[in-house]
């Protein structure tokens, strides 16, 4: 099994920055994929970024492009999401996720870190 941790959330003026980290723990060779999601209140919860575990390949979310980056550290079992830029619609719970070698979905989610965004 895999557990994930989410930590680095809270409340930032629009423009502003925050960086969210996420430690993984377990079953640390069996990841394949690293992930970030967000849920707005009301709205359901999208994809924001991306990272391949072993080779580092990103992807992003237009809405996040040129704003966020994604990045780990594998000796540290741990991915970050460097958020600059940030806009009110940024408001949300952002949840970090793995993705194991043989899954082609994301199976094992942390408990979310709230990330306010404010006017």
């Known amino acids: 099994q895999v557990q994930l941790v989410e930590s680095g959330g809270g409340l930032v003026q629009a423009g502003g920055s925050l960086r969210l980290s996420c430690a993984a723990s377990g079953s640390i060779f069996s990841i394949n994929r690293m992930g970030w999601f967000r849920q707005a209140p009301g709205k359901e919860r999208e994809f924001v970024a991306a990272i391949s575990w072993s080779g580092g390949n990103t992807n992003y979310a237009d809405s996040v492009k040129g704003r966020f980056t994604i990045s780990r550290d594998n000796a540290k079992n741990t991915v970050y999401l460097q958020m600059n830029s940030l806009k009110p619609e940024d408001t949300a719970v952002y949840y970090c996720?793995?993705?194991?070698?043989?899954?082609?979905?994301?199976?094992?989610w942390g408990q979310g870190t709230q990330v306010t965004v404010s006017s």
């Open positions: 996720a793995a993705r194991l070698r043989t899954q082609t979905d994301y199976a094992y």
